[in-house]
């Protein structure tokens, strides 16, 4: 499995001090506490960033359940994880090809 950069998820969830490196265990540590301390104070502001890095719903509804296998904040830092990883493997793969006839439009 590849590694992606630990910035995909420090920099949304304003995380400081992470390795770039970090592996998949420790930002899992690093991000559930984070989202444990979103879902206590902010957690209108943790719902927006979900959506924002687009975390579906429906795999958002069942962590949440009271009767869910693990804590609500590990079961979405696992989503989270998830998600940043397909969107990791997704930039590495698929590369757009350049846009015809935007000749002047260069920034």
């Known amino acids: 499995m590849p590694v992606f950069p630990s910035n ?6 304003e995380l400081e001090n ?3 490196q970090a ?9 559930s506490e984070r989202i444990e301390e ?3 104070k902010r957690p209108e502001y943790l719902m927006s960033l979900l959506y924002r890095l687009d975390v579906l719903e429906e795999k958002i509804r069942p962590v949440m359940r009271p009767d869910a296998p693990e ?6 830092a696992r ?8 969107r990791a493997e997704t930039k590495q793969t698929i590369k757009p090809d350049p846009l015809e006839g935007m000749e ?4």
């Open 8 to 13: 995909l998820i420090s920099v949304p969830f």
């Open 18 to 20: 992470v390795p770039p």
């Open 23 to 31: 592996g998949e265990a420790e930002l899992l540590a690093l991000l």
């Open 38 to 40: 979103m879902l206590e």
């Open 71 to 76: 804590p609500a904040h590990i079961g979405l």
């Open 79 to 86: 989503l989270v994880l998830e998600r940043q990883k397909q």
């Open 104 to 107: 002047g439009w260069e920034w």
